[in-house]
């Protein structure tokens, strides 16, 4: 599964970007979708993640309340809504899809088969 993110790029404090996933095979429609995030001092952290029906969506404290993510199984499509943007926000975003999820383990890295390449986020202050 080839995954490709698009939508990053500069924003300042308080404003939004939407952050797009297109997934290249059918199979996508299976499969728990992710995001984490990194910085340099860090590595990949769990933003949020959502199950395969779409049905239920999880998210990292820091980011609840200020971020959606919402998925097309039509279109093999999940987006990352993001709202209220702080510079703490500023990372690499990459998505994620897992074949088996569990809640249990779902902030874990190697949860996660398949990863994008990444697209940054910087905010300004």
């Known amino acids: 599964v080839q995954l490709i993110e698009s939508g990053g790029g500069l924003a300042q404090t308080g404003s939004s970007l939407r952050l797009s996933c297109t997934a290249s095979e059918r199979t996508f429609r299976r499969d728990a979708m992710g995001w984490f995030r990194q910085t340099p001092e860090k590595g990949p952290v769990f933003v949020a993640a959502?199950?395969?029906?779409?049905?239920?969506?999880y998210y990292a404290p820091s980011v609840e309340g200020r971020f959606t993510i919402s998925r097309d199984n039509g279109k093999n499509v999940v987006t990352l809504q993001m709202d209220n943007l702080t510079p703490e926000d500023t990372a690499v975003y990459y998505c994620?899809?897992?074949?088996?999820?569990?809640?249990?383990?779902?902030?874990?890295?190697?949860?996660?088969?398949?990863w994008g390449q990444g697209t940054q986020v910087t905010v300004s202050s």
């Open positions: 959502i199950t395969w029906s779409g049905g239920r969506p």
């Open positions: 994620t899809a897992a074949r088996r999820f569990d809640v249990a383990t779902m902030t874990w890295q190697t949860t996660y088969d398949y």
